[in-house]
């Protein structure tokens, strides 16, 4: 039987008005339930550590950083619940009993690429919807709807406005390297997947979403308006300050990799050559 309850959470303005996921951080007392009165946060790669995974379980450390992960709220005060007891979690064995658990981790890198496919899965979803919507009713705006969906996906997928990171994110599961594992790879032996987690998520600015299911069915005119506004950026035509973020070897190395890697990619795809 199909159901529909669900989206009674999992269809409002937090999923971008359509049926998608959401990744929230909450300020949680000792017995596991929300204290709402604190407020909370809605989570993707352009969040702050210090905001991010409130009531969830985080092995790893974040180097120069602080988060809400392993912390509970036990006094009232939201500034005392975070230690270096909760920082640094190498397993969660000595949290619960992990023994029905796949891995007695929840690895701090896993969790950022999960923090950021969320989103992007909202983002990938809510433009179908918006476009094929548009198509079938032939809608006199469909030029402009193009336009403002593509430019708010490709800026997400290009990690334009990500919250840096102030260290070195070291995992407890080796999650980075089976992740990026999976490829594809270009020539130089280069992947979308690679993490870089020093300064950003990605090595690569660009999302491995790229490749899915989701993006290969959309419409092909809202692929064709995100091919567009990809090129703009990666091509450097783009010259927002928001962009400065992208360097020209970040750029032209996304190009390559994609030329090589990526299905039905837009013959003017060329290594870039502004700055």
């Given at each position: 039987m199909r159901r529909d309850d669900c989206l009674r959470c999992h269809i409002s303005d937090g999923t971008l008005g359509v049926p998608g996921m959401m990744v929230r951080s909450r300020f949680t007392a000792p017995h596991g339930m929300p204290q709402l009165i604190y407020g909370g946060y809605a989570t993707d790669h352009r969040s702050p550590l210090e905001e991010r995974w409130g009531g969830w379980y985080v092995s790893g450390t974040a180097l120069g950083?602080?988060?809400?992960?392993?912390?509970?709220?036990?006094?009232?005060?939201?500034?005392?619940?975070?230690?270096?007891?909760?920082?640094?979690?190498?397993?969660l064995q000595d949290k619960f009993d992990t023994a029905g658990y796949l891995s007695p981790h929840s690895d701090i890198a896993a969790l950022m690429v999960f923090d950021h496919q969320m989103h992007m899965t909202n983002l990938l979803t809510r433009v179908g919807w918006e476009i094929r919507s548009a198509l079938y009713d032939k809608r006199r705006d469909l030029a402009a709807r193009l336009r403002d969906s593509a430019s708010e996906l490709v800026d997400y997928l290009l990690f334009v406005d990500e919250a840096p990171l102030a260290g070195r994110i070291e995992g407890t599961a080796g999650f980075a390297a089976k992740f990026a594992a999976?490829?594809?790879?270009?020539?130089?032996?280069?992947?979308?997947?690679?993490?870089?987690?020093?300064?950003?998520?990605?090595?690569?600015?660009?999302?491995?979403?790229?490749?899915?299911?989701?993006?290969?069915?959309?419409?092909?005119?809202?692929?064709?308006?995100?091919?567009?506004?990809?090129?703009?950026?990666?091509?450097?035509?783009?010259?927002?300050?928001?962009?400065?973020?992208?360097?020209?070897?970040?750029?032209?190395?996304?190009?390559?990799?994609?030329?090589?890697?990526?299905?039905?990619?837009?013959?003017?795809?060329?290594?870039?050559?502004?700055?």
């Open positions: 950083a602080r988060h809400m992960g392993n912390a509970m709220l036990a006094d009232g005060n939201p500034e005392s619940m975070v230690s270096e007891q909760t920082l640094h979690v190498k397993s999976e490829g594809p790879r270009d020539s130089q032996g280069r992947s979308l997947r690679q993490l870089d987690l020093e300064k950003h998520l990605l090595r690569y600015p660009c999302s491995y979403m790229i490749y899915t299911e989701a993006f290969d069915s959309l419409p092909p005119e809202a692929k064709a308006a995100i091919y567009r506004r990809m090129w703009r950026i990666l091509s450097g035509e783009e010259k927002g300050a928001n962009y400065t973020r992208l360097s020209l070897a970040d750029r032209r190395a996304v190009v390559e990799i994609l030329r090589e890697t990526k299905k039905g990619l837009p013959d003017y795809f060329q290594p870039p050559v502004r700055y």
